[in-house]
């Protein structure tokens, strides 16, 4: 099993940029495919993004295409989200999540994924 362990929110203003980062510990990081969710108050965790496990394709939410970009580091343990020309919708607690091997198949859904980190709040201000 993995751990995760998200960090990097923070409050900004909008257009404002956030890197966030997710440390995993236990098993190989290579044996995962990760994503990144979000969850506003009163509202369903959603999708964000996902990138392969060896990193060679990534999928995003249509509310973020072009504004975030998901990364991994196998050899470091880690994972980021980079967060550039953040909107106050963008508001909501960012929680990482890793499931096990390749497969790509219905990456947005919170039931196939087997670890998630604690969360870390972002706040967008306009």
């Known amino acids: 099993q993995v751990q995760l362990e998200d960090s990097g929110g923070g409050s900004v203003q909008a257009g404002g940029s956030l890197r966030l980062s997710c440390a995993a510990g236990?098993?190989?990081?290579?044996?995962?495919?990760m994503g990144w969710f979000r969850q506003a108050p009163g509202k369903e965790r959603e999708f964000v993004a996902f990138?392969?496990?060896?990193?060679?394709?990534?999928w995003y939410a249509d509310s973020v295409k072009g504004r975030f970009t998901i990364s991994r580091d196998n050899s470091e343990k880690m994972i980021y989200l980079q967060m550039n020309s953040l909107k106050p919708e963008d508001t909501a607690v960012y929680y990482c999540?890793?499931?096990?091997?390749?497969?790509?198949?219905?990456?947005?859904?919170?039931?196939?994924?087997?670890?998630w980190g604690q969360g870390t709040q972002v706040t967008v201000s306009s």
């Open positions: 999540a890793a499931r096990y091997g390749s497969t790509t198949a219905q990456y947005e859904s919170t039931r196939l994924y087997d670890a």
């Open positions: 990138v392969t496990w060896r990193g060679g394709s990534k």
């Open positions: 236990g098993r190989t990081l290579s044996q995962y495919g």
